[in-house]
């Protein structure tokens, strides 16, 4: 496609139910990031994927967050036992990995957990 | 802590009009900045960066700033038209880290008839 396409769009989990967020990104894209982005505030680093290799996941915020990019295009976002705190929009972005070069966003999904 | 401040939650500003969407930063590492513009219920949207051996950066209507010695970049819009009415948010990042993004809390721009 021609940007980054996460899906689902919305996800409403019950609290202690496990979620997966889906991205899609640029083809030929590199590399791959996860952000949050909580009510009123900016998109927050979650994660980063070079291909396959998770290069950095200093601000996933517990072991409940895992993300996965096993073929180096797709990646997964899951988060286990959701909290009410999880509630967010998660971003994920994708860029050709050279240095100052920008992300590209796709539209996020919103993560309700009630 | 926050590295890349936003003070300004929101600005309105008359069409035709200059806005002026300001940025501070404490992390004296960073090397590259960029300015997102974001719809509601859409992803972020790159507008305009700048390398930190530049002090300005024109694209358009669009110019970008950047005062080292402040730590201090700030966004221009001239004229301002109703379309750039969205939140913006200023990013900061070091070189070697591709793109991994530190945000403002971003500033909500109104630019009205």
């Known amino acids: 496609g021609a940007g980054v396409s996460q899906s689902p769009r919305y996800k409403v989990a019950k609290r202690g139910q496990d979620v997966a967020l889906r991205c899609d990104p640029i083809s030929g894209h590199v590399s791959l990031f996860w952000y949050q982005q909580a009510l009123g505030q900016g998109p927050e680093f979650l994660t980063y994927f070079q291909n396959e290799a998770q290069l950095d996941k200093s601000g996933l915020p517990s072991d409940r967050f895992f993300a996965e990019r096993p073929e180096g295009s797709v990646s997964t976002l899951k988060i286990q036992r959701t909290q009410q705190e999880d509630s967010a929009v998660y971003l994920c972005?994708?860029?050709?990995?050279?240095?100052?070069?920008?992300?590209?966003f796709g539209q996020g999904t919103r993560l309700t957990v009630v | 802590d926050q590295q890349v401040k936003q003070n300004s939650p929101s600005l309105s500003v008359q069409e035709g009009r200059i806005s002026i969407l300001n940025c501070d930063y404490t992390n004296s590492m960073f090397d590259y900045f960029l300015w997102y513009k974001k719809y509601p219920a859409e992803g972020p949207t790159f507008l305009i960066s700048i390398s930190s051996i530049k002090d300005k950066n024109e694209d358009g209507r669009f110019t970008v700033f950047l005062n080292k010695s402040a730590k201090h970049l700030s966004l221009h819009i001239v004229p301002s038209q109703p379309g750039d009415s969205a939140v913006y948010f200023c990013a900061a990042s070091f070189t070697g880290t591709a793109s991994k993004l530190t945000f403002g809390t971003g500033t909500r721009l109104q630019v009205t008839l």
């Open positions: 972005a994708s860029s050709l990995g050279q240095a100052n070069t920008e992300a590209f």
